[in-house]
């Protein structure tokens, strides 16, 4: 193809250089992407011609300028492979991994560049003209070649490429086998009568997901990333939780086409190898090695810590279930995980009196994103959003925002896919579109994916409490990628490490429930009553109700990722069920009645994701967010002055600054657990 005839050869005309998704088809990203492979190539093989000795300038620079049209054409392209795989898509996705992780160890496996970047990092002392960003560039290359292995002998580094090109097959693998059995085992309903409970909205939500598959007349309740569903605190029929939670635990681990057993055992497998080569003991000691965490050591011992009185706590909270069974139902039965949700809101309720499905009609979608999503940014940052229906978007239900500062300046482009699909892989997640560098000239293009049932036509979107939670926690993300301003790339938006990237998010949270915006956003769709103050002071009075089992199915999920990854090269497992089994023992989170958020074979984050090893993240950074929140409470609140010494001290620099210096920075000191202890009810 020709630059006449593929558009993503040549950059888009749209406004912030947003892809022309209205003219690229699936036949344009494999030739874009092989022209870009051999672009970038091409531009590091000049560079590592050049006869004088190296500098910032035609070695880290150099390196920063090039791949800029395979940026672009893979940003395109995995905005549309996670968010609207089509057949033809992932077709594309499987027989791109393994040229996508060759090109990439042929860039940092490249044993001349890898002389010339050492020879700038280890002169780096006699350039005193270079910027902190460029020094800590400089340092960043050197660190991350190294890491992936560019000191090891050729014969190592041909080993280490094969199993790279292997391992980005098996996670694409996965990932497909996951989205298929996903959509296999939603769960087919013939009466409402089943679904008794549900409010009209999600009824008819569950009717529309069923008239799309060709099943007229019937309700189809599809199942999201985590173990269970949201439907299950509603839900008043018993066997229809446990159809649904059964269904939910049971994916791809059924032994059919779709079973991810073998294909986990052999990342796991692999990454351990992988990690032997590169000189550690394990899959988790090497990812941690460059994380704030440090170690696979310090992360376990957190994790044990937090282990023992979130135990504690569920299973206070399973004795509070049990009595309200006893006592309420004709014929009492052991509480199961899938009463877990049914009957927590009852003791809520009880306790409290709330109820969270009677709040859903405060919590229209439109409302919630542009009087309480947007209207915190604005009053903390000053920005403002204007929606472009002319400008197009990749899928029909993505809607474009443009956002510019108070000052009229542009900040960037905002997409929001809201609703789930068949397409659409599972969970909640920010990508960027366009990454923000000076050194490009370009600004950011962020995108943010929920998995929201649609309902029926006619029908207003009602959120749950969690979706308003998901939704502010994205939009967090995408105010990190919208507002970094870095000169390089390489740092912009969230491109920190796994375990700091979640802390902004988990503070964009923390504005939902803040006086001034809930009033703004959580009123009746159909009266515009505002949600009673009466309700929202019991709401806030719950900030610890359920935290036990809330906490401890994280942890279950992050001490699982752990043990997979401190596997070492040799150990082998036969039976993933007894493995997951004898891991959660071992840190005293065995408990059925509260399983994993994630059992292993539909752990996306970790075996398709970018969180291997890495799961602990958002406990790790929630230590950061719950001790900013108490900052932002002692400093006024939702305030200009707060928002833009936030802005500017920690979103604002992207990953161009060490994470935990820029918090320093921020806050004065470093960060101290004693507000996320207090918040998760473990500090008793």
């Known amino acids: 193809?020709?630059?006449?005839?593929?558009?993503?050869?040549?950059?888009?005309?749209?406004?912030?250089?947003?892809?022309?998704?209205?003219?690229?088809?699936?036949?344009?990203?494999?030739?874009?992407?092989?022209?870009?492979?051999?672009?970038?190539?091409?531009?590091?093989?000049?560079?590592?011609?050049?006869?004088?000795?190296?500098?910032?300038?035609?070695?880290?620079?150099?390196?920063?300028?090039?791949?800029?049209l395979l940026d672009r054409v893979a940003h395109a392209f995995y905005t549309?492979?996670?968010?609207?795989?089509?057949?033809?898509?992932?077709?594309?996705?499987?027989?791109?991994?393994?040229?996508?992780?060759?090109?990439?160890?042929?860039?940092?496996?490249?044993?001349?560049?890898?002389?010339?970047?050492?020879?700038?990092?280890?002169?780096?002392?006699?350039?005193?003209?270079?910027?902190?960003?460029?020094?800590?560039?400089?340092?960043?290359?050197?660190?991350?070649?190294?890491?992936?292995?560019?000191a090891l002998d050729d014969e190592a580094k041909a080993r280490l490429t094969e199993l790279n090109q292997r391992l980005s097959t098996l996670s694409t693998t996965f990932e497909k086998n996951l989205l298929g059995d996903t959509n296999e085992l939603a769960v087919v309903f013939d009466d409402a009568a089943e679904l008794d409970g549900l409010s009209e909205g999600e009824l008819s939500a569950t009717a529309r997901a069923a008239a799309d598959r060709g099943l007229g007349g019937k309700f189809l309740v599809s199942l999201p990333l985590f173990s269970g569903h949201p439907y299950l605190a509603s839900l008043t029929v018993r066997e229809s939780r446990r159809r649904i939670m059964a269904a939910s635990l049971s994916r791809a681990s059924r032994g059919d086409e779709h079973d991810n057993r073998a294909a986990l055992t052999e990342i796991v497998t692999l990454r351990a190898e992988r990690a032997a080569l590169l000189g550690y003991d394990s899959h988790a000691a090497y990812v941690t090695a460059d994380e704030t965490a440090g170690s696979p050591e310090v992360v376990e011992r957190m994790l044990r810590e937090l282990a023992v009185p979130a135990a504690r706590n569920a299973e206070r909270e399973r004795e509070a279930l049990q009595q309200i069974i006893d006592t309420t139902e004709a014929e009492p039965f052991p509480v199961e995980a899938h009463d877990w949700a049914f009957y927590t809101e009852k003791v809520r309720q009880a306790r409290y009196d709330i109820d969270t499905a009677a709040m859903r009609p405060y919590f229209e979608a439109e409302r919630v994103l542009q009087d309480g999503v947007f209207f915190a940014a604005t009053q903390l940052y000053g920005i403002r959003f204007a929606e472009r229906t002319d400008l197009p978007t990749y899928h029909p239900g993505a809607r474009v925002f443009e956002i510019h500062d108070e000052d009229g300046s542009a900040v960037g482009l905002y997409v929001l896919d809201l609703y789930t699909r068949?397409?659409?892989?599972?969970?909640?997640?920010?990508?960027?579109?366009?990454?923000?560098?000076?050194?490009?000239?370009?600004?950011?293009?962020?995108?943010?994916?929920?998995?929201?049932?649609?309902?029926?036509?006619g029908q207003p979107t009602l959120l749950t409490l969690d979706e308003v939670t998901t939704l502010f926690h994205e939009f967090g993300h995408a105010l990190h990628g919208l507002f970094a301003r870095v000169a390089y790339p390489h740092f912009s938006g969230t491109n920190v490490f796994r375990d700091f990237v979640e802390f902004p998010s988990q503070v964009n949270e923390m504005w939902i429930l803040w006086d001034d915006v809930l009033s703004n956003y959580a009123r009746h769709h159909e009266t515009g009553e505002p949600l009673d103050p009466a309700i929202v002071k019991r709401l806030r009075a719950t900030g610890t109700f359920d935290q036990g089992h809330a906490t401890s199915e994280y942890l279950?999920?992050?001490?699982?990722?752990?043990?997979?990854?401190?596997?070492?090269?040799?150990?082998?497992?036969?039976?993933?069920?007894?493995?997951?089994?004898?891991?959660?023992?071992?840190?005293?989170?065995?408990?059925?009645?509260?399983?994993?958020?994630?059992?292993?074979?539909?752990?996306?984050?970790?075996?398709?994701?970018?969180y291997s090893a890495g799961y602990y993240s958002y406990i790790w950074s929630e230590v950061l967010d719950a001790d900013t929140v108490e900052w932002f409470r002692s400093n006024g609140g939702l305030t200009r002055k707060n928002g833009d010494r936030f802005r500017q001290r920690l979103l604002g620099v992207g990953g161009s600054k060490d994470p935990l210096e820029a918090y320093r920075d921020f806050r004065g000191r470093d960060a101290e657990i004693a507000p996320l202890l207090k918040r998760r009810g473990l500090d008793a």
């Open 556 to 610: 279950a999920a992050a001490w699982l990722d752990q043990a997979w990854h401190r596997l070492r090269e040799g150990d082998e497992v036969d039976d993933v069920a007894a493995f997951e089994q004898a891991a959660l023992a071992d840190v005293g989170l065995l408990n059925p009645v509260v399983p994993t958020r994630y059992s292993s074979t539909y752990f996306a984050h970790v075996f398709s994701g970018g």
């Open 422 to 457: 068949d397409s659409k892989r599972g969970g909640a997640w920010m990508n960027p579109i366009v990454s923000e560098s000076a050194l490009r000239g370009t600004l950011p293009v962020v995108a943010n994916n929920l998995n929201v049932s649609q309902p029926g036509d």
């Open 80 to 150: 549309v492979s996670s968010a609207d795989a089509t057949p033809d898509i992932q077709a594309i996705d499987e027989e791109l991994a393994p040229l996508m992780a060759a090109h990439q160890d042929a860039i940092l496996l490249d044993g001349q560049l890898y002389w010339r970047v050492s020879q700038v990092h280890d002169r780096l002392d006699e350039r005193s003209d270079l910027t902190d960003e460029q020094r800590y560039l400089v340092q960043r290359h050197f660190r991350e070649m190294t890491h992936a292995g560019a």
């Open 1 to 68: 193809m020709t630059e006449a005839t593929n558009p993503l050869l040549v950059p888009s005309a749209l406004p912030y250089g947003l892809p022309d998704y209205a003219t690229i088809r699936p036949e344009h990203y494999l030739p874009a992407f092989r022209e870009g492979f051999a672009e970038q190539l091409a531009e590091v093989r000049a560079m590592t011609m050049v006869r004088s000795m190296p500098t910032f300038e035609n070695t880290i620079e150099a390196l920063e300028r090039s791949g800029e």
